[in-house]
C-alpha cells in the first residue's frame, strides 16, 4: 500500500512533523526525516489495527454492525 505524507520541518519545535492526509491525518514527528517517517509508519499501524475482540463483547442493549463503505 503506498501512501502519501507530508513531511514539514518545525524551527520552534526544532524537528519534523509527518502528516498523511489521506488517513484522517493521522501524524507524528522526529528529529529526523526518517525518525519523522517511522515514527508515521507506526501511528498508521496502530490506527490501521483491528480492535480486539475482547473489546467489542457486547452486552445487552449493545449492538455491533459491520459497514461497507
Known amino acids: 500500500m503506498l501512501i502519501r ?8 519545535a526544532q524537528a519534523y512533523s509527518a502528516t498523511c492526509p489521506e488517513l484522517n491525518f493521522v501524524s507524528s514527528f522526529g528529529e529526523s526525516r526518517e525518525e519523522a517517517i517511522a515514527n508515521l509508519k507506526d501511528a498508521i499501524y496502530l490506527m490501521l489495527e483491528p480492535i ?6 457486547t452486552s445487552g442493549s449493545k449492538e455491533i454492525v459491520e459497514l461497507a463503505l
Open 5 to 12: 505524507a507530508i513531511l514539514e520541518w518545525d524551527n520552534e
Open 52 to 57: 480486539p475482540d475482547e473489546l467489542l463483547e
